[in-house]
C-alpha cells in the first residue's frame, strides 16, 4: 500500500471557522510534510513532522496549527484563516533515516477555500 | 538546495519520445537530482532520481552530463496520461526527510 489518503478532498470554511484537514498512511513512514499549493504555483513546503515530533516550521501563521497523534495520522488545524489562505493542501510522507533523501509519497490534497 | 532551472512549457506529440532539461549549475557534489511530476488536481508524484549515472525504471530515464550541472529526463514514449508539471529537485543527501523544494517545473502537453 504506497497510499497517503487526504480528508476532506475539499472544504469550504468562513474565517471565523475551526475545522480540521486529517492525513493518513500506512507505509510505516516516519517523516510526514504539509504543503501548500496556490493555483499556478508550485507546492510550498509549511511544516515537516520526523518521528511524531514537529522538525520544521517554515514560518507558518498560528492560524495553522500541524499535529500529529501518531505514526500513521497528521492532522492540520485551521482557525480564523483569510482568504488568501485558499489553497490546495498536500500532505506527503517517507522514510526519515536515510543514507540518500527518498522519494515522498503525496496525497491528493483538501482544496480550501476561505469565504 | 541549490536552484534549477527548466522551460515553462513543452510539447510533444503522443507516442514519440520527450526529453525534458534541468540545468542546475550550482550542484553540489552530494546533492542527489530528483524528478517529480503533478498530475492535474492530483498530488506530486515521484518519477525517478539520480546521482552521477544514468538511471532507468519503468516510468522514464534520467540522463545526468558528466559534469553534473545538467540532467534530462526521457520520457521514451509519451501518452496522453504524461501530461504534466515535471518539477526537476536537487536534495542534499545527509537526510531522508529533507523536504522538496519545488521550482516552476516544465508544463508538458501531448498532443494526439
Known amino acids: 500500500d504506497t497510499e497517503v489518503t487526504q480528508t476532506p478532498k475539499h472544504l469550504v470554511m468562513g474565517m471565523t471557522n475551526k475545522k480540521s484537514l486529517k492525513c493518513e498512511q500506512h507505509?510505516?513512514?516516519?517523516?510526514m510534510y504539509w504543503y501548500k499549493q496556490k493555483a499556478k504555483k508550485p507546492p510550498e513546503l509549511m511544516f515537516v513532522?520526523?518521528?511524531?515530533?514537529?522538525?520544521i516550521n517554515e514560518s507558518v501563521p498560528s492560524r495553522f496549527s500541524p499535529e500529529c497523534p501518531n505514526s500513521s495520522l497528521l492532522n492540520l488545524h485551521l482557525h480564523a484563516l483569510q482568504p488568501e489562505d485558499s489553497a490546495l493542501y498536500l500532505c506527503?510522507?517517507?522514510?526519515?533515516?536515510?543514507?540518500?533523501?527518498?522519494?515522498?509519497?503525496f496525497g491528493p490534497g483538501t482544496r480550501l477555500t476561505v469565504t | 538546495d541549490a536552484k534549477t532551472t527548466q522551460p515553462n512549457s513543452m510539447e510533444s506529440n503522443e507516442e514519440e519520445p520527450v526529453h525534458l532539461p534541468c540545468n542546475h549549475s550550482?550542484?553540489?557534489?552530494?546533492?542527489?537530482i530528483h524528478w517529480y511530476r503533478q498530475l492535474p488536481s492530483q498530488g506530486p508524484e515521484y518519477v525517478i532520481h539520480?546521482?552521477?549515472s544514468n538511471v532507468n525504471n519503468r516510468m522514464a530515464s534520467l540522463a545526468i552530463a558528466e559534469d553534473r550541472k545538467s540532467s534530462t529526463l526521457i520520457l521514451h514514449r509519451a501518452t496522453l496520461r504524461d501530461a504534466a508539471v515535471y518539477y526537476c529537485i536537487l536534495r542534499a543527501s545527509h537526510s531522508g526527510n529533507t523536504p522538496l523544494v519545488f521550482g516552476k517545473g516544465t508544463r508538458l502537453s501531448v498532443i494526439a
Open positions: 513532522y520526523s518521528y511524531e515530533k514537529l522538525s
Open positions: 507505509m510505516g513512514h516516519r517523516a
Open positions: 539520480g546521482l552521477t
Open positions: 550550482t550542484i553540489s557534489g552530494t546533492d542527489y
Open positions: 506527503a510522507s517517507s522514510h526519515p533515516q536515510s543514507e540518500q533523501p527518498r522519494e515522498q509519497y
